[in-house]
Structures are given as structure tokens and as C-alpha cells.
């Protein structure tokens, strides 16, 4: 499998301590636009919501009963899915339901977080209802997310952080995560580049052959959290089979504008 040495043009995210302080991590925020945290979700709670996920996509027939459940190896013969698809909403649907999968993203370690960003108490923190998973398969490499903002999609405050979580380890051959240091810095940027099939479809032009973008081999509890101006994408799934599950939240003030999506279901209300 890949590592990060091995990709061009990518480097290893800048580690941040979870005990600094507010002005510590305001300055690496603002550094790199992104905080990158080890370890920060103790394992046990990631593999306990990985095992709930990976039992619902096993029932769906989506995954090989040969194998370890906790493997996340797709079954022969398996079409991949994506969101935006009626069979993937109907799948998707359980795992929004499952509590473990809703509770998920009050973890009082990424509350602490969130609080210290946004200068309130872990309590005060408000996190959107909208939960959000991704379920992403190989062999499907047209529908990674593109370059883009989470506020293309989250308007109401600026002043939202989105947390990026795989549930499980997620080297780069499995996908993941990738962000444009600095870009925040840039303000809000209209998403006007069409991706043909991609989850999301809407992004912005980044010139691959000279950006250089941060990302890493994941391990279990990793956590990334970034502004709603940070762009950000998805990298492909390269294995041959298996399947990559990972949470995505987003954390504001109660004081803050909230748009009214974010408190409705994660993309099935319309399917």
C-alpha cells in the first residue's frame, strides 16, 4: 500500500497536541487550516461504531461473510455504490438510525476541541444534527469528492469546523482526507467546476501538477478538524476490496446563524 513519501506533491499533516491552548491551536489553525490530532477518540469507541456500520453493510449484502466483519472486505460481485443512489440511501438510512453512529460525534474529547475553537465551553457546543457517514467502495475512483469548501454546503456561520474521522485505519491506498494548507486564508471561493459522477458533483479548479496537499495514513482515533473556508478533498479508494467508513461532523456556537439543512437528515430526505 501507499504512504504518504511515496504520492507526489503530498505531505504529512503538522501533528497537533490536544492539551494546548486556545492560542496554540489558533496559530497552527491558522498555519495550515486544518488541527490533526492522534489518538484523539480512544480506539474502543471507533471500533465499536465501525462494527455497528459494518453490520448493516453486511446485511445489505455489500460485504463478504468469508471474512472478518471487522475487515471490511466487499463481497464478489458487488456493483459499487455511491450517495446520490437509491440503493446506497437505502443503506445508508440504518446507519443514520444506528445510535452509537448518531452519538458518534458528542465524544466529550471532540467537544473539548470544538470548545476550545470556538471559545465556548465543551457544553456549549452545538453540533449539527445533520450527522454524516461515507461509506466509499473501490473500483469506483470517479466518485471521489472533488476539491471544495464545507461552506459551499454548510452556509449559515463561517465560523463552523467541520471533523473528518475515519472508523477504522485508513492508509492513502484506502482514501481519505487531503487539505490545501493555508487555503482558508483565501475566504469563501465559488464553486463553479462541474466533476461528472463525483459525490458532492461541484467543486473548485486546484492545479494538481503544483499544489501540494497535506494528508496521512490514519490510524485508529485520528481526528481532523478544519474551517468551513479550508479546501479540502477526498482521496480514492485504491484497494482492490475493500470497503472505507468514516464520519464527517460539524461543530458551531448556538449563538452562530445555523442554515435550516443542517438540521435535516444527511442525503436520503429526497430519495
Not at 461528472?196 to 492545479?207: E, H, K, N, S, Y
Not at 476490496?241 to 445555523?258: E, G
Request: hydrophobic content about 35%; charged content about 20%; glycine content about 8%.
Amino acid at each position: 500500500m501507499l504512504s504518504v513519501a511515496e504520492k507526489k506533491n503530498y505531505q504529512p499533516f503538522i501533528e497537533t497536541d490536544p492539551a494546548s491552548d486556545v492560542a496554540t491551536l489558533e496559530s497552527s489553525l491558522h498555519e495550515n487550516s486544518y488541527l490533526f490530532f492522534r489518538g484523539l477518540v480512544p480506539a474502543e469507541v471507533i471500533l465499536e461504531v465501525r462494527r455497528s456500520v459494518l453490520q448493516v453493510c453486511l446485511e445489505a449484502g455489500w460485504l463478504d461473510p468469508d471474512h472478518d466483519l471487522m475487515d471490511a472486505i466487499i463481497a464478489p460481485g458487488v456493483t459499487p455504490t455511491q450517495e446520490g443512489k437509491p440503493d446506497y440511501a437505502n443503506v445508508y438510512r440504518k446507519v443514520l438510525n444506528l445510535p452509537n453512529f448518531h452519538n458518534f460525534p458528542d465524544n466529550p474529547n471532540l467537544l473539548h476541541i470544538a470548545g476550545k475553537l470556538l471559545k465556548i465551553s465543551s457544553e456549549e457546543v452545538l453540533v449539527h444534527p445533520r450527522r454524516i457517514g461515507r461509506m466509499t467502495f473501490p473500483n469506483n475512483k470517479g466518485a471521489t469528492t472533488p476539491p471544495h469548501q464545507d461552506y459551499f454546503y454548510i452556509r449559515g456561520s463561517v465560523n463552523t469546523y467541520s471533523c473528518w474521522i475515519p472508523l477504522g485505519e485508513c492508509p492513502v491506498s484506502l482514501g481519505g482526507l487531503a487539505v490545501l494548507p493555508g487555503s482558508h486564508r483565501g475566504g469563501y471561493l465559488e464553486h463553479t467546476v462541474k466533476y461528472q459522477g463525483a459525490v458532492g458533483g461541484v467543486g473548485l479548479p486546484v492545479d494538481e501538477s503544483t499544489a501540494t496537499w497535506h494528508t496521512t495514513d490514519f490510524r485508529l482515533g485520528d481526528a481532523l478538524f478544519f474551517h468551513s473556508h479550508s479546501i479540502h478533498k477526498a482521496m480514492p479508494n485504491l484497494t482492490d476490496n475493500v470497503l472505507r467508513i468514516s464520519t464527517d461532523n460539524r461543530y458551531q456556537s448556538p449563538q452562530d446563524k445555523i442554515e435550516p439543512d443542517a438540521l435535516l437528515p444527511h442525503a436520503v430526505a429526497n430519495l
